[in-house]
């Protein structure tokens, strides 16, 4: 468990109104987001697709909210600069993804950006055992990666026990996310197990009191911690 760490919400752009992409990054600044959280897909590694590094970039004056790209996207070591150039303090990739995961965890590095990596639903925690010096966010998905709106996996949970635990062994600040079906009902037990950051997509924009209520029920459901 990551006991000191803070209750992080990473807002998910995927369920925004992309016609209005640039208000909608405001907004959820305004709203009391922790981060800004991009779903970027290749239509490879998953069946959609979504935005590339020139959205992001245009995006980036529009918050003072720290940006990660979550890729969801083939071979991602090929642009991994493209996306610290256009703004994201934080990158994260599929293991499953990365033919040489230690070499491309340590290119996010020395680009100067936090290192991330994340875990489709059948992918055992172990893998993050031999990278875990590498890391400063593990990412666990409780969907699988391609779609907001899906429902939250519980089983993950037990997944975010092992890693939790795992992360307090390493012994320095390392985030535990979990990703998919976060809403005001599934954030208590994601938190309980270990989880400490939570990207929030639909539950977040289609809140009937809006996203600042939202972001306030979520993080009073883990004790209110800021
Ligand atoms: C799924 C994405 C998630 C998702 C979150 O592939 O990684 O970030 O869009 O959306 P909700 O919260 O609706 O599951
Ligand atoms: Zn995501």
Known sequence: MTPCQPVRIAASMLSSDFARLGEAVVAIERAGADRVHWDVMDGQFVPNLT???DVIAAARACSTLGFEAHLMV???ER????WVEAGCEWIT???EACRHLHRTLGQIAELGAHPGIALNPATA????????????????MTVNPGFSGQTYLAGMEAKIEVISAMVEKAGRPIEVEVDGGISTGTIRPAFAA???????????WQHERGIGAAITEMKSMCGGEE
């Open 51 to 53: 935005i590339g590094p």
């Open 74 to 76: 083939g071979d991602p």
């Open 79 to 82: 642009m991994l600069a493209r």
């Open 93 to 95: 990739v599929h293991a």
């Open 125 to 140: 925690p172990s893998t993050v055992e031999h990278v875990i010096g590498l890391v400063d966010l593990v990412l666990v």
């Open 194 to 204: 270990g989880a400490r950051t939570f990207v929030s997509g639909s539950a977040l």
